[in-house]
């Protein structure tokens, strides 16, 4: 059986919606209807109970989908023993979001080469939908994000509390620079921004965002960790009287590939999170 049909039916039953289903795998809704029309026809049932609300399982699908998610386990699994070379080690497949790579990501990496010779990993960067997807597929282990899922079988712990702050340039204030952090902290954006977002440059990496204001001069939100370094230089002043927004950050895996390589460099993981790392930019 194509793997693709695995996942696009585990997709649909996570998210309960074809159409949420197409954008988390980035195809369209026809070829997510196509697949599942062609797994229900390999299997000889229907999957979904389709209506105006979205898609539910049917008694037949409740069944197929530990055996869904295991197919999908064990492709992945079997893909990377066959591009793991080396036989006594194990490779754990680790990921984090675009804002967290350095020094988070890079530090427990780090950390694993120094202190577990006997894990090899494979690390990735991408948007926290694509590595929570991976994550539920099983084609990750560990992922760290600023907005776990809590789906029964994944393990959620946040590691760091972090806040998002209001500074400007200490040379020129102006104009209002938006970031988008996230499509849960939208709301209270546009509750405590002092003028509407639309009015603001606007930004989906914070990087860039942070750099073109310390360049030219703005205002904005951005994470403490990050701008705490310039505030101390004086090139960042904080903003007073403007309102702070929590951005924790967590660490999100699957229960059922627990090893104790995973719990070692976990640990690992939160060793490094208590050094505190330099958030360099």
Known sequence: MDINLAKTFIEVMNSRSFIRASEKLNVTQTTVTTRIQNLEEQLGVPLFIRNRSGASLTPEGERFAPYANSLVQTWARARNDLRNPQGDQVCLRLGGETSVWNPLLLSWLLWIRQNESAIIFDARVDTSANLTSD???????????????????????????EKLIHVQSSERSEPDIFVQWGDENSGDFNAGLPRPKKNAYGFNLGLLALHTMLASGGNGWFRTRVVDQYLRAGSLIKVPGSPEFTYPLFVNHRLDMGSPELDAILSGLRQVVAEDPAWIV
């Open 135 to 161: 994550l539920e597929h099983g084609v990750l282990d560990a992922i760290i994000v600023h907005r776990p899922v809590y789906h029964p079988g994944l393990v959620v712990e946040q590691i760091l509390e």
